[in-house]
């Protein structure tokens, strides 16, 4: 387990300045996520970016925040700077396509994190979080925590992202086994926080009696805890969320949320840039298979102590 | 007969810097633009190469097509702020028609030739300027208000009709006789992407209405003086719907040539373009009040946008930066209209 630790992303921030010249040492590797408002994606870039300097390359990290226009933009405007590699998380599993295969035409390789694409063939690889172990990894806690016998309500992520859709099959998949658990709301809210918040409120205000809350990821049960908290109906409530980022660790040492599943994010994002390095270098992938899965980790009040960084859990 | 762009004013012709001065003002998108363009070629190796030139242009099509039919607007003295959802809504409705229309009653399914889709995308589009123009101009809604609401029906119709998915099957099958999405914006001639030549195509055909048809002249007059136009025989309602319609069909070519250069259409498309849109036809020199700007003005103002946000892309430059810096050439733009503008009596 590769231990990232904080003075090593401060000195990579730290060192940004200098590296914005024109001199480029190895090569530069683009790096494009989502949104690093959320700090699953803000990790998700600088490790990436850590690790391209580490390996003596120049990187630049820019945020696509899901419009799949700005992605096609920034993807050009990789190809325009000669970039060796681009490290990509996809706005969109099928219109993504389209610019992946563009970027490939143009002899740059692409290799895809946190999100898959539904072709393959086109990137070099594909690592992505092994959702469906992380999403039955949760259920089952969830479970165990609330009992046979419950009203609860789920938050679905963004429609366009397979893991959405993953994840809440994996639930699904458990808590479908017991007659007991009764979904009153399912509401789509995007990953965004402030849409937890607003949709929570307005199911609070549907249902009077919520007994526990599965959320696709942090930002949405962030936001849940939120509206709760301020309803005064947290007390008692089981709140469960996915990704593991530090807003939502520290919620669990709160005792606000019961658990979440961490996305080894820190790992793949590292893996993604030094199998990059491996093609540029050698130019043949350094893992045959393109899908590659990272299995989930369990975030409880017990094991809470060993989150020592951002999406790391040390042993 | 008006003359859109300020001449020079008789009492400065004796003094040759109040000229020099008054055509940096004329030209301030044209002098911006060249400005921008030396200081990331001086940044940046890679800006000023013709693959990027290509690209950045390519990228300002679908703010220029979207600028030109708010260009129009804004010259009737009103604004559009449902181009966005508007874009959105067309490509979405074109994705849809490509994927086969089911008509259950007859037990069929319709695969319409690309132009037919074409057609049904840009009608959508002047449906929804329709609307606005008729709110805007027989319900006498304030035209902020009018398109504010139609921005949110849009953008909610798009995402009912995808249910937040996107359409991404748009090559068609050539056994159905629906091919050729990609001519509308994907693949190149001669090495130029087609959307160039469609926003070419677009903006000259919006610069001959201006200049060379009545329907220019009746718009220049009813943004400068909507009750004059009215007592002098213009008629001052039909151009207001009609330009709205105009930005419609605008926004509903710039849909398509997105959908095709993404070959995907999603209903998130779009979203705040309409303020990018505004922001181009306000540096290119229009007076946000009406009566005044030109389509040349506006182009210039989407190319100093859209070369400015790509150049600080391309050095590196956080994201957040480009926020600012697009704010603050809006922010210099007005300023400098106000002073071309505005001042102890009207230069006309």
Redesign the interface.
């Given at each position: 387990m590769i231990k990232i630790t904080k003075r090593a992303l401060l000195a990579a921030a730290v060192s940004m300045p200098l590296m914005?010249g024109?001199a480029f040492a190895e090569g530069l590797i683009s790096i494009i996520v989502n949104d690093p408002a959320n700090p699953y994606w803000f990790t998700e870039g600088e490790v990436a970016r850590a690790t391209a300097e580490e390996l003596g390359y120049t990187a630049?990290v820019?945020?696509h925040r899901?419009?799949?226009?700005v992605e096609?933009?920034?993807v050009?405007?990789a190809?325009?700077?000669?970039a060796k590699a681009i490290i990509l998380d996809p706005a969109?599993a099928?219109?993504s396509?389209?610019?992946v295969r563009r970027a490939t035409d143009a002899g740059i390789p692409v290799f895809l994190v946190n999100a898959e694409i539904n072709e393959a063939g086109i990137a070099i690889a594909q690592l992505v979080s092994n959702n469906a172990q992380g999403a039955a990894l949760g259920a089952v806690t969830w479970q165990s925590i609330v009992g046979d016998e419950a009203k609860y309500v789920e938050f679905f992520g963004?429609?366009?992202d397979n893991n959405a859709a993953t994840r809440s099959n994996g639930y699904n998949t458990v808590l479908s086994q017991y007659p007991g658990l009764e979904k009153v709301a399912e509401e789509?809210a995007n990953w965004d926080r402030t849409q937890g918040y607003n949709r929570m409120q307005s199911i609070m205000q549907a249902n009077p009696q919520i007994d526990a809350v599965i959320s696709g990821n942090d930002e949405m049960a962030l936001g849940a805890i939120a509206a709760l908290k301020e309803a005064g109906r947290l007390e008692g409530t089981v709140i469960g969320g996915f990704d593991g980022s530090p807003d939502a660790v520290d919620a669990i040492r709160a005792g606000e949320m019961a658990y979440t599943v961490l996305q080894p994010v820190a790992v793949f994002s590292r893996e993604a840039v030094i199998q990059a390095d491996y093609y540029i270098k050698n130019g043949t992938p350094m893992v045959a298979e393109e899908k590659q899965l990272f299995d989930c980790l369990l975030i409880t009040p017990d094991n809470v102590d060993q989150y020592t960084a951002p999406f790391t859990l040390s042993n | 007969m008006s003359n859109p762009t300020p001449a020079a004013t008789a009492q400065s012709s004796a003094k040759p810097k109040l000229n020099l001065l008054h055509l940096l003002l004329e030209g301030r998108a044209f002098f911006a633009l060249i400005a921008i363009i030396a200081i990331f070629s001086f940044l940046s190796p890679n800006y000023l190469t013709t693959s990027n030139a290509l690209t950045m242009t390519s990228q300002v099509a679908i703010f220029g097509l979207l600028a030109i039919g708010m260009l129009l607007v804004i010259l009737s003295g009103g604004i559009d702020l449902s181009v966005g959802s508007t874009l959105a809504l067309c490509g979405v409705f074109a994705g849809w028609l490509m994927q086969g229309v089911e008509l259950q009653s007859l037990g069929v399914i319709l695969y319409m030739p690309v132009w037919a889709v074409v057609v049904c995308a840009l009608t959508m589009g002047a449906f929804v300027g329709a609307v606005n123009g008729v709110l805007v101009a027989y319900l006498k809604v304030p035209a902020f208000v009018a398109t504010l609401g139609t921005l949110y029906m849009a953008r909610g119709a798009a995402l009912l009709m995808t249910n937040g998915l996107t359409f991404n099957r748009l090559s068609g099958n050539p056994s159905l006789g629906n091919t050729g999405f990609e001519w509308l914006g994907f693949y190149r001639i001669w090495g130029v992407p087609i959307s160039i030549f469609i926003l070419a195509a677009t903006a000259i055909a919006a610069h001959l209405l201006l200049t060379r048809a009545p329907f220019g002249r009746w718009l220049y007059s009813t943004g400068g003086n909507a009750r004059a136009a009215e007592l002098s025989g213009v008629p001052v309602r039909k151009v207001q719907v009609w330009v709205y319609v105009l930005s419609g069909i605008c926004a509903a070519i710039a849909g398509l040539v997105l959908s095709s250069q993404l070959t995907s259409a999603g209903p998130t498309a779009g979203t705040t373009y309409e303020l990018t849109a505004i922001a181009a036809v306000v540096v290119g020199g229009a007076s946000l009040m009406g009566g005044r700007g030109t389509i040349r003005g506006t182009l210039l103002g989407a190319f100093v946008i859209v070369y400015l946000g790509a150049g600080l892309v391309i050095i590196g430059v956080s994201s957040y930066w480009q926020t600012v810096f697009t704010g603050a050439v809006i922010v210099l733009a007005v300023m400098l209209n106000s002073i071309q503008y505005g001042g102890k009596g009207v230069k006309t």
């Amino acid at each position: 387990m590769i231990k990232i630790t904080k003075r090593a992303l401060l000195a990579a921030a730290v060192s940004m300045p200098l590296m914005a010249g024109s001199a480029f040492a190895e090569g530069l590797i683009s790096i494009i996520v989502n949104d690093p408002a959320n700090p699953y994606w803000f990790t998700e870039g600088e490790v990436a970016r850590a690790t391209a300097e580490e390996l003596g390359y120049t990187a630049n990290v820019s945020a696509h925040r899901g419009d799949t226009n700005v992605e096609s933009n920034l993807v050009d405007a990789a190809i325009t700077n000669g970039a060796k590699a681009i490290i990509l998380d996809p706005a969109n599993a099928d219109g993504s396509v389209g610019v992946v295969r563009r970027a490939t035409d143009a002899g740059i390789p692409v290799f895809l994190v946190n999100a898959e694409i539904n072709e393959a063939g086109i990137a070099i690889a594909q690592l992505v979080s092994n959702n469906a172990q992380g999403a039955a990894l949760g259920a089952v806690t969830w479970q165990s925590i609330v009992g046979d016998e419950a009203k609860y309500v789920e938050f679905f992520g963004n429609p366009s992202d397979n893991n959405a859709a993953t994840r809440s099959n994996g639930y699904n998949t458990v808590l479908s086994q017991y007659p007991g658990l009764e979904k009153v709301a399912e509401e789509v809210a995007n990953w965004d926080r402030t849409q937890g918040y607003n949709r929570m409120q307005s199911i609070m205000q549907a249902n009077p009696q919520i007994d526990a809350v599965i959320s696709g990821n942090d930002e949405m049960a962030l936001g849940a805890i939120a509206a709760l908290k301020e309803a005064g109906r947290l007390e008692g409530t089981v709140i469960g969320g996915f990704d593991g980022s530090p807003d939502a660790v520290d919620a669990i040492r709160a005792g606000e949320m019961a658990y979440t599943v961490l996305q080894p994010v820190a790992v793949f994002s590292r893996e993604a840039v030094i199998q990059a390095d491996y093609y540029i270098k050698n130019g043949t992938p350094m893992v045959a298979e393109e899908k590659q899965l990272f299995d989930c980790l369990l975030i409880t009040p017990d094991n809470v102590d060993q989150y020592t960084a951002p999406f790391t859990l040390s042993n | 007969m008006s003359n859109p762009t300020p001449a020079a004013t008789a009492q400065s012709s004796a003094k040759p810097k109040l000229n020099l001065l008054h055509l940096l003002l004329e030209g301030r998108a044209f002098f911006a633009l060249i400005a921008i363009i030396a200081i990331f070629s001086f940044l940046s190796p890679n800006y000023l190469t013709t693959s990027n030139a290509l690209t950045m242009t390519s990228q300002v099509a679908i703010f220029g097509l979207l600028a030109i039919g708010m260009l129009l607007v804004i010259l009737s003295g009103g604004i559009d702020l449902s181009v966005g959802s508007t874009l959105a809504l067309c490509g979405v409705f074109a994705g849809w028609l490509m994927q086969g229309v089911e008509l259950q009653s007859l037990g069929v399914i319709l695969y319409m030739p690309v132009w037919a889709v074409v057609v049904c995308a840009l009608t959508m589009g002047a449906f929804v300027g329709a609307v606005n123009g008729v709110l805007v101009a027989y319900l006498k809604v304030p035209a902020f208000v009018a398109t504010l609401g139609t921005l949110y029906m849009a953008r909610g119709a798009a995402l009912l009709m995808t249910n937040g998915l996107t359409f991404n099957r748009l090559s068609g099958n050539p056994s159905l006789g629906n091919t050729g999405f990609e001519w509308l914006g994907f693949y190149r001639i001669w090495g130029v992407p087609i959307s160039i030549f469609i926003l070419a195509a677009t903006a000259i055909a919006a610069h001959l209405l201006l200049t060379r048809a009545p329907f220019g002249r009746w718009l220049y007059s009813t943004g400068g003086n909507a009750r004059a136009a009215e007592l002098s025989g213009v008629p001052v309602r039909k151009v207001q719907v009609w330009v709205y319609v105009l930005s419609g069909i605008c926004a509903a070519i710039a849909g398509l040539v997105l959908s095709s250069q993404l070959t995907s259409a999603g209903p998130t498309a779009g979203t705040t373009y309409e303020l990018t849109a505004i922001a181009a036809v306000v540096v290119g020199g229009a007076s946000l009040m009406g009566g005044r700007g030109t389509i040349r003005g506006t182009l210039l103002g989407a190319f100093v946008i859209v070369y400015l946000g790509a150049g600080l892309v391309i050095i590196g430059v956080s994201s957040y930066w480009q926020t600012v810096f697009t704010g603050a050439v809006i922010v210099l733009a007005v300023m400098l209209n106000s002073i071309q503008y505005g001042g102890k009596g009207v230069k006309t």
